[in-house]
Protein backbone atom coordinates (compact mmCIF):
# COMPACT_ATOMS: atom_id res chain seq x y z
CA UNK A 1 0.00 0.00 0.00
CA UNK A 2 1.20 2.91 -0.98
CA UNK A 3 1.25 6.56 -2.55
CA UNK A 4 1.39 7.30 -6.25
CA UNK A 5 2.00 10.51 -8.00
CA UNK A 6 3.21 12.02 -11.39
CA UNK A 7 3.25 14.83 -14.06
CA UNK A 8 3.48 15.57 -17.83
CA UNK A 9 4.63 19.14 -17.84
CA UNK A 10 8.09 20.52 -19.27
CA UNK A 11 8.49 21.52 -15.23
CA UNK A 12 7.68 17.95 -14.09
CA UNK A 13 11.43 17.22 -13.31
CA UNK A 14 11.23 20.48 -10.84
CA UNK A 15 8.52 19.37 -9.18
CA UNK A 16 7.79 16.00 -8.17
CA UNK A 17 9.75 15.33 -5.28
CA UNK A 18 7.76 17.81 -3.84
CA UNK A 19 4.28 16.65 -4.92
CA UNK A 20 5.75 13.37 -3.37
CA UNK A 21 6.71 14.79 -0.02
CA UNK A 22 2.94 15.78 0.27
CA UNK A 23 2.22 12.24 0.48
CA UNK A 24 5.13 10.75 2.39
CA UNK A 25 2.31 9.57 5.11
CA UNK A 26 1.08 6.95 2.87
CA UNK A 27 5.13 5.26 2.04
CA UNK A 28 7.14 5.89 4.92
CA UNK A 29 9.79 2.87 3.75
CA UNK A 30 10.81 3.55 0.70
CA UNK A 31 10.61 6.89 -1.75
CA UNK A 32 11.22 6.25 -5.41
CA UNK A 33 11.04 8.49 -8.74
CA UNK A 34 11.06 7.82 -12.54
CA UNK A 35 11.97 10.80 -14.97
CA UNK A 36 11.95 11.22 -18.17
CA UNK A 37 11.53 13.82 -20.74
CA UNK A 38 8.29 15.95 -19.71
CA UNK A 39 6.63 13.35 -17.39
CA UNK A 40 7.66 12.22 -13.67
CA UNK A 41 6.48 9.29 -11.84
CA UNK A 42 7.03 9.76 -7.87
CA UNK A 43 6.10 6.84 -5.16
CA UNK A 44 6.34 6.35 -1.45
CA UNK A 45 6.23 3.23 -0.38
CA UNK A 46 5.00 0.78 2.55
CA UNK A 47 6.23 -2.12 2.41
CA UNK A 48 3.82 -5.31 2.47
CA UNK A 49 5.08 -7.62 -0.06
CA UNK A 50 8.44 -8.50 -0.71
CA UNK A 51 10.29 -6.21 2.13
CA UNK A 52 13.55 -5.89 -0.07
CA UNK A 53 14.72 -3.71 -2.29
CA UNK A 54 13.63 -5.39 -4.88
CA UNK A 55 9.86 -4.09 -4.27
CA UNK A 56 11.37 -0.83 -5.16
CA UNK A 57 9.04 1.83 -6.80
CA UNK A 58 8.95 2.94 -9.45
CA UNK A 59 9.45 -0.49 -11.32
CA UNK A 60 11.19 -1.05 -14.34
CA UNK A 61 10.54 -3.53 -16.94
CA UNK A 62 13.81 -5.77 -17.52
CA UNK A 63 14.05 -4.02 -21.36
CA UNK A 64 13.37 -0.69 -19.86
CA UNK A 65 10.26 -0.16 -21.49
CA UNK A 66 7.58 0.11 -18.89
CA UNK A 67 7.41 2.03 -15.55
CA UNK A 68 4.63 1.07 -12.62
CA UNK A 69 3.64 3.18 -9.67
CA UNK A 70 1.15 1.22 -7.92
CA UNK A 71 -0.45 1.33 -4.80
CA UNK A 72 -3.04 -1.36 -3.56
CA UNK A 73 -2.78 -5.54 -2.88
CA UNK A 74 -3.46 -7.95 -5.56
CA UNK A 75 -5.16 -11.10 -3.84
CA UNK A 76 -4.88 -13.17 -6.78
CA UNK A 77 -1.56 -12.11 -8.37
CA UNK A 78 0.10 -15.45 -7.32
CA UNK A 79 -2.46 -17.15 -10.05
CA UNK A 80 -1.48 -14.44 -12.06
CA UNK A 81 2.33 -15.03 -12.05
CA UNK A 82 1.05 -19.06 -12.88
CA UNK A 83 0.49 -17.81 -15.87
CA UNK A 84 2.74 -15.49 -16.94
CA UNK A 85 6.16 -17.18 -15.65
CA UNK A 86 7.63 -19.49 -18.67
CA UNK A 87 7.57 -15.57 -20.32
CA UNK A 88 8.75 -13.45 -17.93
CA UNK A 89 11.85 -13.78 -15.27
CA UNK A 90 10.54 -12.07 -12.04
CA UNK A 91 13.23 -10.81 -9.89
CA UNK A 92 10.67 -10.49 -6.28
CA UNK A 93 7.87 -11.39 -5.04
CA UNK A 94 5.73 -8.45 -5.29
CA UNK A 95 2.33 -8.09 -6.80
CA UNK A 96 3.89 -4.91 -8.56
CA UNK A 97 6.06 -7.27 -10.50
CA UNK A 98 3.41 -9.09 -11.59
CA UNK A 99 0.68 -6.52 -12.53
CA UNK A 100 3.84 -5.53 -14.83
CA UNK A 101 4.67 -7.98 -16.79
CA UNK A 102 0.42 -9.05 -16.76
CA UNK A 103 0.13 -5.39 -18.46
CA UNK A 104 3.16 -6.16 -21.25
CA UNK A 105 1.10 -9.68 -21.15
CA UNK A 106 -2.55 -8.86 -21.55
CA UNK A 107 -2.14 -4.87 -21.66
CA UNK A 108 -5.73 -3.06 -20.35
CA UNK A 109 -7.29 -6.52 -20.64
CA UNK A 110 -5.31 -7.17 -17.04
CA UNK A 111 -7.35 -4.89 -15.29
CA UNK A 112 -10.29 -7.28 -15.84
CA UNK A 113 -8.40 -10.18 -14.50
CA UNK A 114 -7.34 -8.72 -11.29
CA UNK A 115 -9.09 -9.11 -7.56
CA UNK A 116 -8.22 -6.39 -5.61
CA UNK A 117 -7.81 -2.77 -4.35
CA UNK A 118 -5.51 -0.68 -6.92
CA UNK A 119 -4.75 2.74 -8.21
CA UNK A 120 -1.79 2.47 -10.85
CA UNK A 121 0.21 4.17 -13.38
CA UNK A 122 2.05 2.49 -16.04
CA UNK A 123 4.34 4.42 -18.57
CA UNK A 124 5.48 3.15 -22.01
CA UNK A 125 8.38 5.03 -22.79
CA UNK A 126 8.46 3.84 -26.61
CA UNK A 127 4.67 4.94 -26.83
CA UNK A 128 5.18 7.73 -24.78
CA UNK A 129 1.74 6.48 -23.59
CA UNK A 130 1.05 7.06 -19.82
CA UNK A 131 -2.25 4.40 -18.46
CA UNK A 132 -4.03 5.13 -14.83
CA UNK A 133 -6.11 2.35 -13.69
CA UNK A 134 -8.23 2.35 -10.44
CA UNK A 135 -9.91 -0.66 -9.16
CA UNK A 136 -13.54 -2.12 -9.93
CA UNK A 137 -14.73 -0.56 -6.65
CA UNK A 138 -12.68 2.03 -5.64
CA UNK A 139 -11.26 1.44 -2.58
CA UNK A 140 -7.72 3.39 -3.63
CA UNK A 141 -8.39 7.39 -4.38
CA UNK A 142 -6.82 8.25 -7.58
CA UNK A 143 -7.17 12.50 -8.74
CA UNK A 144 -6.16 13.80 -11.73
CA UNK A 145 -5.67 17.40 -12.85
CA UNK A 146 -5.62 18.85 -16.54
CA UNK A 147 -4.82 22.40 -17.36
CA UNK A 148 -3.92 23.79 -21.38
CA UNK A 149 -0.44 23.09 -20.60
CA UNK A 150 0.21 20.32 -17.72
CA UNK A 151 -1.58 17.04 -16.69
CA UNK A 152 -0.82 15.78 -13.00
CA UNK A 153 -2.42 12.68 -11.49
CA UNK A 154 -2.05 11.84 -7.29
CA UNK A 155 -3.15 9.55 -4.62
CA UNK A 156 -4.15 12.73 -2.92
CA UNK A 157 -5.24 16.24 -4.09
CA UNK A 158 -2.84 17.68 -1.42
CA UNK A 159 -0.31 16.44 -4.16
CA UNK A 160 -1.58 18.09 -6.97
CA UNK A 161 -1.53 21.55 -5.15
CA UNK A 162 1.84 21.73 -4.64
CA UNK A 163 2.25 22.18 -8.00
CA UNK A 164 2.23 25.68 -9.06
CA UNK A 165 0.10 27.21 -11.26
CA UNK A 166 -2.91 24.55 -10.50
CA UNK A 167 -5.59 26.21 -10.57
CA UNK A 168 -8.35 26.68 -7.52
CA UNK A 169 -11.51 27.38 -9.20
CA UNK A 170 -14.11 26.03 -7.45
CA UNK A 171 -16.78 23.32 -8.07
CA UNK A 172 -20.23 24.58 -6.98
CA UNK A 173 -21.99 21.92 -7.50
CA UNK A 174 -19.73 19.37 -5.64
CA UNK A 175 -19.61 21.87 -2.38
CA UNK A 176 -23.58 21.37 -2.83
CA UNK A 177 -22.51 17.91 -2.67
CA UNK A 178 -21.40 18.29 0.43
CA UNK A 179 -24.10 19.77 2.20
CA UNK A 180 -26.82 17.42 0.20
CA UNK A 181 -25.06 13.59 0.32
CA UNK A 182 -22.27 14.95 3.25
CA UNK A 183 -19.70 13.90 0.04
CA UNK A 184 -20.01 14.33 -3.34
CA UNK A 185 -20.54 11.40 -6.06
CA UNK A 186 -18.98 10.47 -8.80
CA UNK A 187 -15.77 12.23 -10.31
CA UNK A 188 -16.38 16.27 -8.92
CA UNK A 189 -13.99 17.28 -6.37
CA UNK A 190 -14.35 20.66 -4.76
CA UNK A 191 -12.01 21.98 -7.19
CA UNK A 192 -13.20 22.78 -11.01
CA UNK A 193 -10.77 21.35 -12.81
CA UNK A 194 -9.28 17.79 -10.15
CA UNK A 195 -11.50 14.89 -11.03
CA UNK A 196 -11.77 11.28 -9.47
CA UNK A 197 -10.73 8.61 -12.00
CA UNK A 198 -13.91 6.48 -11.39
CA UNK A 199 -14.02 2.71 -9.96
CA UNK A 200 -13.59 0.57 -12.74
CA UNK A 201 -11.83 3.04 -15.16
CA UNK A 202 -9.02 3.41 -17.16
CA UNK A 203 -7.06 6.18 -18.70
CA UNK A 204 -4.68 6.55 -21.42
CA UNK A 205 -2.97 10.10 -22.19
CA UNK A 206 0.05 10.56 -24.67
CA UNK A 207 2.45 12.91 -23.08
CA UNK A 208 3.37 14.57 -26.09
CA UNK A 209 -0.44 15.65 -26.46
CA UNK A 210 -2.47 15.71 -23.35
CA UNK A 211 -5.47 16.84 -25.21
CA UNK A 212 -5.89 13.44 -26.95
CA UNK A 213 -6.10 11.55 -23.17
CA UNK A 214 -9.39 8.93 -23.53
CA UNK A 215 -11.04 7.72 -20.33
CA UNK A 216 -12.92 3.67 -20.89
CA UNK A 217 -15.06 1.91 -18.13
CA UNK A 218 -13.62 -1.57 -17.74
CA UNK A 219 -16.00 -2.71 -15.52
CA UNK A 220 -19.90 -2.50 -13.76
CA UNK A 221 -21.29 -4.14 -10.93
CA UNK A 222 -23.36 -6.95 -12.80
CA UNK A 223 -26.97 -6.21 -11.02
CA UNK A 224 -28.44 -7.84 -13.92
CA UNK A 225 -31.91 -8.48 -12.13
CA UNK A 226 -30.98 -12.24 -12.42
CA UNK A 227 -31.17 -14.09 -9.68
CA UNK A 228 -29.65 -17.54 -8.53
CA UNK A 229 -32.66 -20.47 -8.95
CA UNK A 230 -31.14 -22.41 -5.88
CA UNK A 231 -32.43 -23.21 -2.17
CA UNK A 232 -31.52 -20.57 0.79
CA UNK A 233 -29.46 -23.65 2.29
CA UNK A 234 -27.47 -23.65 -1.57
CA UNK A 235 -26.99 -19.89 -1.00
CA UNK A 236 -26.25 -20.07 2.65
CA UNK A 237 -23.24 -22.40 2.00
CA UNK A 238 -21.90 -20.53 -1.32
CA UNK A 239 -21.94 -16.98 0.99
CA UNK A 240 -20.10 -18.94 3.56
CA UNK A 241 -17.34 -20.92 0.93
CA UNK A 242 -17.02 -16.98 -0.89
CA UNK A 243 -16.51 -15.08 2.88
CA UNK A 244 -14.23 -17.97 3.64
CA UNK A 245 -12.15 -17.83 0.59
CA UNK A 246 -12.27 -13.41 0.68
CA UNK A 247 -10.59 -13.41 3.81
CA UNK A 248 -7.88 -16.22 3.20
CA UNK A 249 -7.24 -14.18 -0.12
CA UNK A 250 -6.68 -11.05 1.73
CA UNK A 251 -4.89 -12.76 4.88
CA UNK A 252 -1.84 -12.95 2.70
CA UNK A 253 0.84 -10.42 3.94
CA UNK A 254 5.02 -9.85 4.86
CA UNK A 255 4.07 -7.98 7.87
CA UNK A 256 1.12 -8.71 10.75
CA UNK A 257 -2.08 -8.89 10.12
CA UNK A 258 -4.64 -7.14 12.37
CA UNK A 259 -8.64 -6.62 12.43
CA UNK A 260 -11.16 -4.03 12.84
CA UNK A 261 -13.90 -5.72 15.65
CA UNK A 262 -16.16 -3.11 16.72
CA UNK A 263 -19.20 -5.91 17.85
CA UNK A 264 -20.99 -5.76 15.32
CA UNK A 265 -22.16 -8.51 12.74
CA UNK A 266 -19.44 -7.43 9.81
CA UNK A 267 -16.45 -7.00 11.84
CA UNK A 268 -17.37 -9.71 13.85
CA UNK A 269 -18.48 -12.46 10.95
CA UNK A 270 -14.63 -11.52 9.38
CA UNK A 271 -12.86 -11.99 12.72
CA UNK A 272 -14.50 -15.51 13.21
CA UNK A 273 -13.67 -17.00 9.43
CA UNK A 274 -9.83 -15.46 10.16
CA UNK A 275 -9.78 -17.48 13.57
CA UNK A 276 -11.43 -20.86 12.02
CA UNK A 277 -8.58 -20.62 9.37
CA UNK A 278 -6.27 -19.89 11.67
CA UNK A 279 -7.42 -21.89 15.08
CA UNK A 280 -3.79 -21.72 16.34
CA UNK A 281 -2.32 -17.95 15.66
CA UNK A 282 -2.51 -15.26 17.76
CA UNK A 283 -4.83 -12.80 15.92
CA UNK A 284 -4.82 -8.68 17.20
CA UNK A 285 -7.80 -6.59 17.04
CA UNK A 286 -9.27 -2.98 17.41
CA UNK A 287 -11.48 -1.45 18.93
CA UNK A 288 -13.02 1.46 19.82
CA UNK A 289 -14.19 3.21 23.29
CA UNK A 290 -16.42 5.86 22.36
CA UNK A 291 -17.78 6.44 25.75
CA UNK A 292 -20.48 7.52 24.41
CA UNK A 293 -24.22 5.98 24.23
CA UNK A 294 -26.99 8.21 24.01
CA UNK A 295 -30.54 7.72 22.32
CA UNK A 296 -30.28 11.36 21.19
CA UNK A 297 -27.56 10.33 18.76
CA UNK A 298 -29.35 7.28 17.58
CA UNK A 299 -26.49 4.68 18.60
CA UNK A 300 -25.15 2.43 21.38
CA UNK A 301 -21.88 1.41 22.69
CA UNK A 302 -19.91 -1.09 20.54
CA UNK A 303 -17.88 -1.96 23.56
CA UNK A 304 -19.70 -4.31 25.42
CA UNK A 305 -20.30 -6.45 22.04
CA UNK A 306 -16.82 -6.32 20.76
CA UNK A 307 -15.27 -7.83 24.53
CA UNK A 308 -17.97 -10.38 24.52
CA UNK A 309 -16.62 -11.44 20.50
CA UNK A 310 -12.85 -11.12 21.78
CA UNK A 311 -13.67 -13.74 24.76
CA UNK A 312 -15.38 -15.94 22.37
CA UNK A 313 -13.46 -16.17 19.49
CA UNK A 314 -9.94 -15.93 22.24
CA UNK A 315 -8.35 -12.86 20.22
CA UNK A 316 -6.57 -10.29 21.79
CA UNK A 317 -8.57 -6.99 22.04
CA UNK A 318 -7.03 -3.57 22.12
CA UNK A 319 -9.12 -1.03 23.36
CA UNK A 320 -8.37 2.21 22.01
CA UNK A 321 -10.01 5.44 23.75
CA UNK A 322 -11.18 7.68 21.54
CA UNK A 323 -10.01 10.96 23.44
CA UNK A 324 -11.17 13.25 20.85
CA UNK A 325 -10.25 16.94 21.13
CA UNK A 326 -12.79 18.13 18.63
CA UNK A 327 -11.18 21.62 18.46
CA UNK A 328 -7.61 20.23 17.49
CA UNK A 329 -8.94 17.25 15.55
CA UNK A 330 -11.56 18.58 13.41
CA UNK A 331 -8.97 20.81 11.05
CA UNK A 332 -6.79 17.40 10.92
CA UNK A 333 -9.09 15.46 9.98
CA UNK A 334 -10.57 17.57 7.02
CA UNK A 335 -6.91 18.35 5.92
CA UNK A 336 -6.13 13.88 5.57
CA UNK A 337 -9.51 13.49 3.95
CA UNK A 338 -8.59 15.98 1.00
CA UNK A 339 -12.57 16.55 0.80
CA UNK A 340 -14.54 18.14 3.08
CA UNK A 341 -16.47 14.79 4.00
CA UNK A 342 -19.40 15.49 6.79
CA UNK A 343 -18.65 12.27 9.55
CA UNK A 344 -16.84 12.13 12.47
CA UNK A 345 -16.29 8.09 11.99
CA UNK A 346 -12.51 9.24 10.49
CA UNK A 347 -11.87 10.07 14.20
CA UNK A 348 -12.20 7.02 15.16
CA UNK A 349 -10.67 5.14 12.34
CA UNK A 350 -7.57 7.19 12.88
CA UNK A 351 -6.86 6.58 16.41
CA UNK A 352 -7.65 3.12 15.50
CA UNK A 353 -4.96 2.69 12.89
CA UNK A 354 -2.54 5.44 14.87
CA UNK A 355 -2.30 2.75 17.74
CA UNK A 356 -2.15 -0.30 15.14
CA UNK A 357 1.18 1.33 13.55
CA UNK A 358 2.36 1.53 16.88
CA UNK A 359 2.03 -1.68 18.00
CA UNK A 360 3.62 -2.92 14.56
CA UNK A 361 0.51 -3.83 12.61
CA UNK A 362 0.26 -2.15 9.14
CA UNK A 363 -2.66 -4.06 7.59
CA UNK A 364 -5.56 -4.29 9.14
CA UNK A 365 -8.99 -5.97 7.45
CA UNK A 366 -12.31 -4.80 8.43
CA UNK A 367 -15.69 -5.09 7.95
CA UNK A 368 -16.66 -2.35 5.78
CA UNK A 369 -19.34 -2.82 2.56
CA UNK A 370 -21.27 -5.60 4.74
CA UNK A 371 -24.21 -3.09 4.76
CA UNK A 372 -23.74 -2.05 0.93
CA UNK A 373 -23.64 -5.55 -0.41
CA UNK A 374 -26.43 -7.56 1.56
CA UNK A 375 -28.60 -4.57 2.46
CA UNK A 376 -27.70 -3.25 5.90
CA UNK A 377 -28.70 0.15 6.11
CA UNK A 378 -31.71 1.92 8.11
CA UNK A 379 -32.56 3.60 4.61
CA UNK A 380 -33.25 -0.13 2.79
CA UNK A 381 -35.86 -1.07 6.02
CA UNK A 382 -37.73 1.93 4.33
CA UNK A 383 -38.84 0.01 1.57
CA UNK A 384 -40.16 -1.99 3.69
CA UNK A 385 -42.61 0.35 5.53
CA UNK A 386 -43.18 2.47 1.88
CA UNK A 387 -44.69 -1.52 1.15
CA UNK A 388 -47.00 -0.84 4.18
CA UNK A 389 -47.96 2.77 3.54
CA UNK A 390 -48.80 1.94 -0.31
CA UNK A 391 -52.84 1.67 0.63
CA UNK A 392 -52.30 4.99 2.49
CA UNK A 393 -54.00 7.61 0.00
CA UNK A 394 -51.13 10.16 -0.80
CA UNK A 395 -52.43 13.26 0.45
CA UNK A 396 -52.99 11.66 3.64
CA UNK A 397 -48.94 10.91 3.85
CA UNK A 398 -48.05 14.33 2.90
CA UNK A 399 -50.20 15.82 5.84
CA UNK A 400 -48.48 13.23 8.21
CA UNK A 401 -45.16 14.72 6.96
CA UNK A 402 -46.41 18.62 7.50
CA UNK A 403 -48.03 17.41 10.96
CA UNK A 404 -44.33 16.19 11.33
CA UNK A 405 -42.19 18.88 10.81
CA UNK A 406 -43.83 20.71 13.37
CA UNK A 407 -42.73 18.33 15.92
CA UNK A 408 -38.84 18.51 17.65
CA UNK A 409 -36.37 16.45 16.55
CA UNK A 410 -34.86 15.65 19.60
CA UNK A 411 -34.18 11.99 19.26
CA UNK A 412 -33.41 9.40 16.80
CA UNK A 413 -36.66 7.61 17.17
CA UNK A 414 -38.68 10.91 15.97
CA UNK A 415 -35.73 12.02 13.43
CA UNK A 416 -36.22 8.32 11.31
CA UNK A 417 -40.05 8.68 11.40
CA UNK A 418 -39.58 12.47 9.93
CA UNK A 419 -36.83 10.70 7.46
CA UNK A 420 -39.39 8.03 6.39
CA UNK A 421 -42.48 10.33 5.91
CA UNK A 422 -39.88 13.38 3.94
CA UNK A 423 -39.84 10.88 0.96
CA UNK A 424 -44.04 11.89 0.38
CA UNK A 425 -42.81 14.86 -0.93
CA UNK A 426 -42.15 12.92 -4.39
CA UNK A 427 -45.17 11.06 -5.72
CA UNK A 428 -42.07 8.42 -7.92
CA UNK A 429 -40.68 5.71 -5.95
CA UNK A 430 -37.70 5.58 -7.34
CA UNK A 431 -36.67 9.92 -7.12
CA UNK A 432 -38.59 8.38 -3.36
CA UNK A 433 -35.53 6.34 -2.81
CA UNK A 434 -32.75 8.48 -3.69
CA UNK A 435 -33.86 11.07 -1.16
CA UNK A 436 -32.89 9.19 1.01
CA UNK A 437 -29.49 9.94 0.02
CA UNK A 438 -29.91 13.56 1.55
CA UNK A 439 -29.40 15.61 4.41
CA UNK A 440 -30.90 18.66 3.47
CA UNK A 441 -33.50 19.53 0.36
CA UNK A 442 -32.44 20.53 -2.62
CA UNK A 443 -34.41 23.71 -1.63
CA UNK A 444 -32.52 24.11 1.23
CA UNK A 445 -29.06 23.84 -0.22
CA UNK A 446 -29.94 26.26 -2.58
CA UNK A 447 -30.72 28.85 -0.15
CA UNK A 448 -27.26 28.41 1.29
CA UNK A 449 -25.29 28.33 -1.62
CA UNK A 450 -24.84 32.13 -2.67
CA UNK A 451 -25.32 31.61 -6.38
CA UNK A 452 -23.45 29.53 -8.30
CA UNK A 453 -25.00 26.41 -9.07
CA UNK A 454 -25.50 25.30 -12.33
CA UNK A 455 -25.62 21.59 -12.96
CA UNK A 456 -27.21 20.79 -9.19
CA UNK A 457 -29.13 18.08 -9.51
CA UNK A 458 -28.78 15.18 -7.08
CA UNK A 459 -31.64 13.07 -7.42
CA UNK A 460 -31.36 13.49 -11.33
CA UNK A 461 -27.62 11.88 -10.99
CA UNK A 462 -28.58 9.42 -9.09
CA UNK A 463 -31.37 8.15 -10.93
CA UNK A 464 -29.96 8.80 -14.05
CA UNK A 465 -26.73 6.47 -13.06
CA UNK A 466 -29.32 3.42 -12.86
CA UNK A 467 -29.58 3.30 -16.90
CA UNK A 468 -26.15 1.19 -15.91
CA UNK A 469 -27.75 -1.26 -14.27
CA UNK A 470 -31.26 -1.59 -16.65
CA UNK A 471 -32.21 -5.06 -16.31
CA UNK A 472 -32.35 -4.59 -12.66
CA UNK A 473 -35.63 -3.82 -11.53
CA UNK A 474 -35.91 -4.47 -7.60
CA UNK A 475 -36.07 -1.06 -6.00
CA UNK A 476 -33.61 -2.84 -2.93
CA UNK A 477 -31.22 -3.79 -5.40
CA UNK A 478 -30.92 -0.09 -7.09
CA UNK A 479 -30.51 1.16 -4.33
CA UNK A 480 -27.71 -1.40 -3.41
CA UNK A 481 -25.68 0.07 -6.66
CA UNK A 482 -26.01 3.51 -5.17
CA UNK A 483 -24.19 1.99 -2.08
CA UNK A 484 -20.99 0.48 -3.66
CA UNK A 485 -21.29 2.71 -6.84
CA UNK A 486 -21.12 5.95 -4.76
CA UNK A 487 -21.66 6.05 -0.88
CA UNK A 488 -18.79 3.26 -0.51
CA UNK A 489 -15.85 4.85 -2.69
CA UNK A 490 -16.52 8.80 -2.21
CA UNK A 491 -17.35 8.99 1.52
CA UNK A 492 -16.68 5.25 3.26
CA UNK A 493 -13.65 3.94 1.08
CA UNK A 494 -12.17 7.23 0.88
CA UNK A 495 -12.40 7.89 4.39
CA UNK A 496 -11.15 4.56 5.55
CA UNK A 497 -8.23 4.90 2.96
CA UNK A 498 -6.80 8.52 3.96
CA UNK A 499 -7.18 8.29 7.71
CA UNK A 500 -5.53 4.75 7.62
CA UNK A 501 -2.95 5.73 5.15
CA UNK A 502 -2.30 9.14 7.16
CA UNK A 503 -0.80 6.88 10.07
CA UNK A 504 1.35 4.24 7.42
CA UNK A 505 -1.43 1.24 7.41
CA UNK A 506 -3.28 -0.40 5.23
CA UNK A 507 -7.25 -1.24 5.62
CA UNK A 508 -8.34 -4.11 3.19
CA UNK A 509 -11.67 -5.04 2.54
CA UNK A 510 -12.99 -8.81 2.78
CA UNK A 511 -16.38 -7.53 1.79
CA UNK A 512 -15.06 -5.99 -1.62
CA UNK A 513 -13.37 -9.24 -2.75
CA UNK A 514 -14.70 -9.06 -6.77
CA UNK A 515 -15.97 -12.55 -6.68
CA UNK A 516 -18.00 -12.23 -3.19
CA UNK A 517 -19.37 -8.88 -4.82
CA UNK A 518 -20.63 -10.53 -7.79
CA UNK A 519 -22.41 -13.14 -6.11
CA UNK A 520 -24.03 -10.79 -4.05
CA UNK A 521 -25.87 -9.30 -6.94
CA UNK A 522 -27.33 -12.71 -7.47
CA UNK A 523 -29.20 -13.47 -4.37
CA UNK A 524 -32.63 -12.75 -4.35
CA UNK A 525 -33.54 -9.51 -2.92
CA UNK A 526 -36.11 -11.12 -0.63
CA UNK A 527 -32.99 -13.14 1.29
CA UNK A 528 -30.99 -9.72 1.98
CA UNK A 529 -33.94 -7.25 3.54
CA UNK A 530 -36.31 -10.32 4.88
CA UNK A 531 -39.18 -8.48 6.31
CA UNK A 532 -37.55 -5.67 8.67
CA UNK A 533 -34.20 -8.27 8.92
CA UNK A 534 -31.63 -6.64 7.37
CA UNK A 535 -28.64 -9.11 5.83
CA UNK A 536 -30.76 -12.19 6.39
CA UNK A 537 -28.57 -14.53 4.33
CA UNK A 538 -24.97 -12.88 6.02
CA UNK A 539 -26.92 -13.71 9.18
CA UNK A 540 -27.41 -17.02 8.65
CA UNK A 541 -23.81 -17.55 7.91
CA UNK A 542 -23.15 -16.10 10.44
CA UNK A 543 -25.33 -18.23 12.64
CA UNK A 544 -22.37 -20.91 11.91
CA UNK A 545 -19.69 -18.99 13.59
CA UNK A 546 -21.31 -16.75 16.19
CA UNK A 547 -24.18 -16.45 19.02
CA UNK A 548 -27.60 -15.04 18.03
CA UNK A 549 -27.09 -11.84 20.78
CA UNK A 550 -24.40 -11.15 18.31
CA UNK A 551 -25.84 -11.52 15.32
CA UNK A 552 -29.19 -10.13 16.15
CA UNK A 553 -28.76 -6.67 17.90
CA UNK A 554 -29.82 -3.79 16.98
CA UNK A 555 -27.13 -1.76 14.21
CA UNK A 556 -25.06 0.61 16.00
CA UNK A 557 -23.13 3.02 13.88
CA UNK A 558 -19.24 3.78 13.98
CA UNK A 559 -20.36 7.14 16.19
CA UNK A 560 -19.16 10.34 17.72
CA UNK A 561 -21.87 12.55 19.94
CA UNK A 562 -22.12 15.01 16.81
CA UNK A 563 -25.14 16.56 17.90
CA UNK A 564 -23.67 17.64 21.06
CA UNK A 565 -20.43 19.01 19.65
CA UNK A 566 -22.50 21.29 17.53
CA UNK A 567 -24.81 22.59 20.79
CA UNK A 568 -21.33 22.96 22.58
CA UNK A 569 -17.83 21.93 21.73
CA UNK A 570 -17.91 23.47 18.14
CA UNK A 571 -19.60 27.13 19.14
CA UNK A 572 -16.61 28.90 18.87
CA UNK A 573 -15.83 26.78 15.15
CA UNK A 574 -19.46 28.34 14.46
CA UNK A 575 -18.61 31.75 15.47
CA UNK A 576 -15.07 32.19 13.99
CA UNK A 577 -16.25 30.12 10.60
CA UNK A 578 -20.11 30.60 10.06
CA UNK A 579 -20.20 34.32 11.24
CA UNK A 580 -21.56 36.98 8.45
CA UNK A 581 -18.04 38.98 8.05
CA UNK A 582 -16.25 35.55 7.47
CA UNK A 583 -19.41 34.38 4.94
CA UNK A 584 -19.95 37.68 3.00
CA UNK A 585 -15.67 37.62 2.49
CA UNK A 586 -15.87 34.71 0.97
CA UNK A 587 -19.03 34.65 -0.97
CA UNK A 588 -20.05 31.57 -1.34
CA UNK A 589 -22.81 31.20 1.71
CA UNK A 590 -25.24 33.07 2.34
CA UNK A 591 -25.41 34.16 5.82
CA UNK A 592 -29.09 34.44 6.58
CA UNK A 593 -29.82 31.26 5.61
CA UNK A 594 -27.12 29.93 7.66
CA UNK A 595 -27.83 31.43 10.34
CA UNK A 596 -31.51 30.41 9.94
CA UNK A 597 -30.59 26.92 9.78
CA UNK A 598 -28.04 27.38 12.88
CA UNK A 599 -31.02 29.37 14.98
CA UNK A 600 -33.45 26.04 14.07
CA UNK A 601 -31.35 23.37 14.93
CA UNK A 602 -30.65 25.03 18.24
CA UNK A 603 -34.56 24.99 19.01
CA UNK A 604 -34.74 21.40 18.18
CA UNK A 605 -37.07 22.47 15.59
CA UNK A 606 -34.83 20.97 12.54
CA UNK A 607 -32.06 18.33 12.68
CA UNK A 608 -29.60 19.88 11.01
CA UNK A 609 -26.09 19.15 13.37
CA UNK A 610 -24.59 17.18 10.12
CA UNK A 611 -25.46 19.88 8.01
CA UNK A 612 -23.76 22.53 9.90
CA UNK A 613 -20.95 20.08 10.51
CA UNK A 614 -20.91 20.21 6.53
CA UNK A 615 -20.67 24.00 6.35
CA UNK A 616 -17.71 24.19 8.89
CA UNK A 617 -16.03 20.89 6.54
CA UNK A 618 -16.42 23.35 3.95
CA UNK A 619 -14.82 26.36 5.56
CA UNK A 620 -12.21 24.37 7.14
CA UNK A 621 -10.94 22.89 3.82
CA UNK A 622 -11.39 26.14 2.13
CA UNK A 623 -8.90 27.05 4.74
CA UNK A 624 -6.70 24.80 4.28
CA UNK A 625 -6.25 23.99 0.84
CA UNK A 626 -7.23 27.66 -0.89
CA UNK A 627 -6.12 29.92 1.68
CA UNK A 628 -2.73 28.41 2.63
CA UNK A 629 -1.73 27.05 -0.34
CA UNK A 630 -1.65 29.79 -2.82
CA UNK A 631 0.41 29.07 -6.09
Given at each position: ?52 E ?21 Y????LR ?9 K ?10 G ?20 Y ?12 Q ?19 E??S ?13 D ?30 K ?45 Q ?15 D ?22 D ?25 V ?11 L ?7 F???E ?22 Y?L????A ?19 L ?28 K ?30 I ?23 T ?10 M???L ?7 T ?9 E ?7 Q ?7 T ?16 RK????Y ?30 S ?11 I???E ?7 K ?11 I ?8 W ?10
Amino acid sequence: MCGITGIISIEAVKYIKKMTMAIAHRGPDDEGFFIDSNIAIGHRRLSILDLSENGHQPMISYDGRYIISFNGEIYNHNILRCELIEKYIFKSTSDTETLLYGFIEYGVDLFNKLNGIFALAIYDKETKELILARDQFGVKPLYYYKDKDNFLFSSEIKSLIEFPGFNKDLNWDALANYLYFLWSPGESTPFEKCKKLLPGHFMKINIQDIDSYSITKYYEIPFKGVYAKKSEEELINELDEKLNKAVKRQLQSDVPVGFFLSGGLDSSLIVAIARKLNPESRLKCYTIDTKTNSSREGFVKDITYAKKVAALLHVDLEIVKADIDILKDFDEMIFHLDEPQADPAPLNVSKICNKAREQGYYVLLGGTAGDDLFSGYRRHKFLYFKEKLKSLPYFIKQGIQQYLSRIKSDFAGIRRIKKLFSVYSFSDPIMQNATLYSWLSETEVRKLINGGLNHFNPNTFLIDSLKNISKETSQLNQMLFWEMKYFLPDHNLNYTDKMSMMHGVEVRVPYLDQELVEFSTTIPPRLKLKGLTTKYLLRKVAERYLPKHIIYRSKSGFGAPVRDWIINDLQVNIQSELNEAELKRRGIFEYEAVSRLIRKNKQGQIDASYSIWALLAIQSWLRQFVDNNES
